[in-house]
């Protein structure tokens, strides 16, 4: 993979920050900023992608109620854990 400089304005504490984590990680500075931008560019696009996916979802027109959902919920950590819901409300598809 190819690289390209880009530069960006930091503000003195988090450059010693960052400056000190890297250091414990004996890895440039940059390497660590590296990766952290990636990190949150995948955790944006992770979130992105789950929403996407939740829209499609729901555009079945398939939905657990909130009853049923606090219910499952409240059994949870006991002798008689309930199994996950399943869909108990539907919404017509509009044409």
Known sequence: MTT?????????????????EAALDERPP???AVRAIRAL????????DAITAALQE??????ISSEAMFAWIDSWDSDN?????????ERPLTQ
């Open 81 to 89: 854990e309930g199994p996950e819901p399943s869909a108990d409300i």
């Open 41 to 48: 560019v995948e955790a944006r696009q992770a979130k992105r």
């Open 30 to 32: 940059a390497q660590l």
């Open 4 to 20: 390209s400089p880009y530069t960006i304005r930091i503000d003195e504490t988090l450059k010693k920050a960052l400056e000190y």
């Open 58 to 63: 729901a555009e079945k027109g398939r939905f």
